[in-house]
């Protein structure tokens, strides 16, 4: 069946006749029709904050290590490359997949879906829906490696050895938060088949 | 005006957005997407009372878990322990207050929040009371599902353990056995408590109910 003209409320998850007339919900009456270029903007807006939140979050150090009064800190890469070298290879690709692999992939997937919205691509849309439920479920993945930093603060916290979190940390917790509400605020309408002409430009 | 109620014979798939006919399907059997596999809906008539019994055990392992110690150390005969208390002492002792702050809405508010809302909802629901108050707990679960993070604390746990199993002793604590009990009952509830069904069965047992 051909799905042009219902739209599925992402609350209640009923199905609604996608129209002008149609401004919220007809169960759970959540707004349905807000503006497709506002929910683009926002999308675009947060997911900026995130990217530029990437970069403080990879450059400061997540952890620092206190042993005897002096202190080494580490970033996420260097955390990684270090446990790396210690032959932690399965915890090493967990955090690497976490932090690093995880985070970029869920900016790109975003980027190609607001890409998507406005010019025509070659995949379908059904891939892009696929794409956007992938985007979503993915996201708070990217947390594990400021969980752990939080955990081993809590245990190696000895008058000798500590181990506290860095700035690094709170600019990626940061970071995960804008990018989930970055992809919450992208309105699935904005998938749209170009081939048909229909362009959010032209509904308001 | 277009007929509403035969919208309600329509389906919307959540993965691939594919519009489906919802077909009637037998007691116990499930509907998957044509596309994608996704499961669309299932007959469950016992759902409520299942889910209820699921609710009320993953409530009391969830407190459970927040009240004891999660892990012990032992370096050299130095000791620490991991409770939730412990936690944010230390994130407030290094004045990491947005880490914190997260922490405790991600890891304890919601999911004690989604916990407590499920159980009221499925009370009344089965009561068959109260039918505002379970329409705006079903939405409100709608808005915190994405926020909980505690299956993620949960794997977070395991990768700081195997970072310390080198260097100390390691003793699990009531509370770790605890946080395996409430994932299980998680992933159990999250697999088999279908929002789909549960408006479906609002709308069987209060009718439309509007705002106000
Ligand atoms: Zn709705
Ligand atoms: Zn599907």
Known sequence: MKNEHYIRCHICETVNYDNSLTSECRRCHSKISSSLHDSYTKTLALLITAIILYIPANLYPILTTKQFGVNSESTIIEGIIHLWELGSYPIAIIILIASVVVPILKFLLIIYLLVAAKYKTRSTLLDKHKIFYITESIGPWSMVDVFVVIILSVLINFTGVRIYPGIGATAFALMVFFTMLSALSFDTRLIINHEKGKNFHASK | ?212
């Open chain 2, 1 to 212: 005006m277009i007929k509403e109620h035969e919208l309600d014979k329509l389906i919307i798939c959540k993965k691939c957005h594919t519009l489906h006919e919802k077909v009637l399907i037998a007691e116990n059997e499930k509907a998957f997407c044509s596309e994608c596999n996704v499961l669309l809906y299932h007959n469950d008539s016992d759902m409520l009372d299942k889910m209820l019994a699921l609710v009320i055990t993953a409530s009391i392992s969830l407190f459970v878990a927040f009240q004891f110690t999660v892990v012990s150390i032992n370096i050299q005969g130095m000791e620490k322990s991991l409770t939730l208390t412990s936690l944010f002492m230390v994130l407030a002792e290094h004045k990491q207050y947005i880490v914190g702050i997260m922490f405790l809405f991600l890891i304890v508010i919601f999911p004690i929040v989604i916990i407590f809302a499920t159980f009221l909802l499925l009370f009344f629901m089965k009561i068959e009371k109260a039918g505002y108050l379970t329409k705006r707990l079903l939405i409100l679960l709608a808005h915190l599902k994405p926020w909980s993070m505690i299956d993620i604390f949960f794997i977070s746990l395991l990768v700081a353990m195997v970072k310390l199993f080198d260097i100390a002793n390691i003793e699990l604590g009531v509370a770790f056995l605890a946080f395996v009990l409430t994932l299980m009952l998680d992933i159990l509830i999250t697999k088999s408590l279908s929002f789909h069904q549960l408006w479906e069965i609002h709308h069987q047992i209060y009718g439309s109910i509007d705002e106000e």
